[in-house]
């Protein structure tokens, strides 16, 4: 269900060009984290969405959200400018998924996959559909960015399309260094394409290892979310 955090802005019907944010927890269902695990992830996600977006000059309340269970779909109003999704968006997700890591138990850390695109969204009163958006989740789904994530035990792996690489990264190298991202080749279903891939600067958190401590399925164990440290460790939402 598409919540509409704007609540004085009507979504895109038009084929309105958008920004487009798309994100997914890496492993969520692994079998040390339980329901208690995943809805405190899921809580915590929203915050830290939140707190990124409006750091990053793009007000939370100018964007629009469909849950996708262990992730979700941002789709930023029109007359906003792009650039934040590229500097300092990433940064921010990373260091607020960091601080989010250091005071939770191994079970509940997180590592995030995003994906940035730029394209006409379609709101149907259900959702956001269009090709520019099935686009966003193959860019999601993509081999090459789930290694990136993995290979670099990284807190944070962004994935962008050739376009927004070409039109933002490459026409802005004060935001980030276009020699940051790397090219990659990926298939997904039936859509091939090019795409940018980006893991933002910093050591990894704890979180990577986290998978190596998981028990073989079946294994009870037993682990605690901590979760006041995390309340007081992110702001309140809706500062």
Same mark, same amino acid.
């Given at each position: &269900? #598409?919540?509409?955090?704007?609540?004085?802005?009507?979504? /895109?019907?038009?084929?309105?060009?958008?920004? &487009?944010?798309?994100?997914? &927890?890496? =492993?969520?269902?692994? %079998?040390?984290?339980?329901?208690? !695990?995943?809805?405190?992830?899921?809580?915590?996600?929203?915050?830290?969405? =939140?707190?990124?977006?409006?750091?990053?000059?793009? %007000?939370? #309340?100018?964007?629009?959200? =469909?849950?996708?269970?262990?992730?979700?779909?941002?789709?930023v109003s029109p007359g906003i400018g792009a650039t934040g999704i590229i500097d $300092?968006? $990433? =940064?921010?997700?990373?260091?607020?998924?960091? +601080? !989010?890591? !250091?005071?939770?138990?191994?079970?509940?850390?997180?590592?995030?996959? *995003?994906?940035? !695109?730029?394209?006409?969204?379609?709101?149907?009163?259900?959702?956001?559909?269009? #090709?520019?958006?099935?686009?966003?989740?193959?860019?999601?789904?993509?081999?090459?960015? @789930? +290694?990136?994530?993995?290979?670099?035990? *990284?807190?944070?792996?962004?994935?962008?399309?050739?376009?927004?690489?070409?039109?933002?990264?490459?026409?802005? /190298?004060?935001?980030?260094?276009?020699?940051?991202? +790397? @090219?990659?080749?990926?298939?997904?279903?039936?859509?091939?394409?090019?795409?940018?891939?980006?893991? $933002?600067?910093?050591p990894p958190s704890s979180a990577a290892t986290a998978a190596q401590l998981v /028990?073989? #399925?079946?294994? /009870? @164990?037993?682990?605690?979310?901590?979760?006041?440290?995390?309340?007081r460790a992110l702001p309140p939402s809706g500062t």
């Amino acid at each position: &269900m #598409t919540r509409l955090a704007g609540r004085r802005l009507a979504p /895109p019907t038009a084929g309105q060009v958008c920004a &487009m944010v798309a994100v997914d &927890m890496a =492993e969520f269902t692994r %079998p040390d984290r339980d329901d208690d !695990h995943r809805m405190f992830m899921r809580e915590e996600l929203y915050r830290i969405l =939140e707190w990124a977006f409006n750091g990053s000059g793009i %007000p939370w #309340t100018a964007c629009f959200t =469909e849950d996708r269970g262990d992730g979700v779909l941002v789709v930023v109003s029109p007359g906003i400018g792009a650039t934040g999704i590229i500097d $300092p968006l $990433p =940064e921010r997700l990373r260091s607020l998924i960091r +601080r !989010h890591n !250091h005071v939770s138990s191994a079970a509940a850390r997180i590592q995030l996959r *995003a994906a940035a !695109h730029l394209g006409p969204a379609h709101y149907d009163g259900r959702g956001f559909v269009g #090709t520019d958006v099935d686009f966003l989740f193959r860019m999601l789904d993509a081999r090459p960015l @789930r +290694r990136a994530l993995a290979s670099a035990g *990284a807190d944070l792996a962004l994935i962008v399309s050739d376009y927004v690489y070409r039109n933002i990264v490459s026409r802005h /190298p004060s935001l980030v260094s276009p020699t940051a991202f +790397r @090219r990659v080749r990926f298939q997904v279903k039936h859509t091939r394409a090019w795409a940018w891939t980006y893991v $933002p600067s910093g050591p990894p958190s704890s979180a990577a290892t986290a998978a190596q401590l998981v /028990p073989p #399925t079946g294994v /009870p @164990r037993s682990s605690t979310v901590q979760r006041s440290a995390v309340h007081r460790a992110l702001p309140p939402s809706g500062t």
